[in-house]
């Protein structure tokens, strides 16, 4: 399995943004996809976004497709969010999780390694 490593949380106002960092070891990072998902108080866990291996595609949440981005960079064997406008309903726990193959998409089932999350709280 993928070891995974989430960072990047924080408190941040409403219309602000950040960037999140999954750094990733152990077994091969490069030829797996990567996802985003999070678990808002009281919800059921959340995809978010997923990247294929070599970052060639793409797929977003309708919830957050025109505000987050999630790129990656192999040689560093990191994978990033970029969140922008958030809004105090973006406040969860956040994710990232390596999938089996070399893109993992929206479900869960799919990912099989899971980093332990980090806290991202928006105040309105």
């Known amino acids: 399995q993928v070891q995974l490593v989430e960072s990047g949380g924080g408190l941040v106002q409403a219309g602000g943004s950040l960037r999140l960092s999954c750094a990733a070891s152990?077994?091969?990072?490069?030829?797996?996809?990567m996802g985003w998902f999070r678990q808002g108080p009281g919800k059921e866990r959340e995809f978010l976004a997923a990247?294929?291996?070599?970052?060639?595609?793409?797929d977003y949440a309708d919830s957050v497709k025109d505000r987050f981005s999630i790129f990656r960079d192999n040689a560093k064997n990191t994978v990033f969010l970029q969140m922008d406008s958030l809004e105090p309903e973006d406040t969860a726990v956040y994710y990232c999780?390596?999938?089996?193959?070399?893109?993992?998409?929206?479900?869960?089932?799919?990912?099989?390694?899971w980093g332990l999350g980090t806290q991202v709280t928006v105040s309105s």
């Open positions: 999780a390596a999938a089996r193959s070399a893109y993992g998409g929206f479900h869960s089932l799919n990912y099989d390694s």
């Open positions: 152990g077994r091969i990072f490069s030829g797996r996809g």
């Open positions: 990247i294929s291996w070599n970052g060639g595609s793409t």
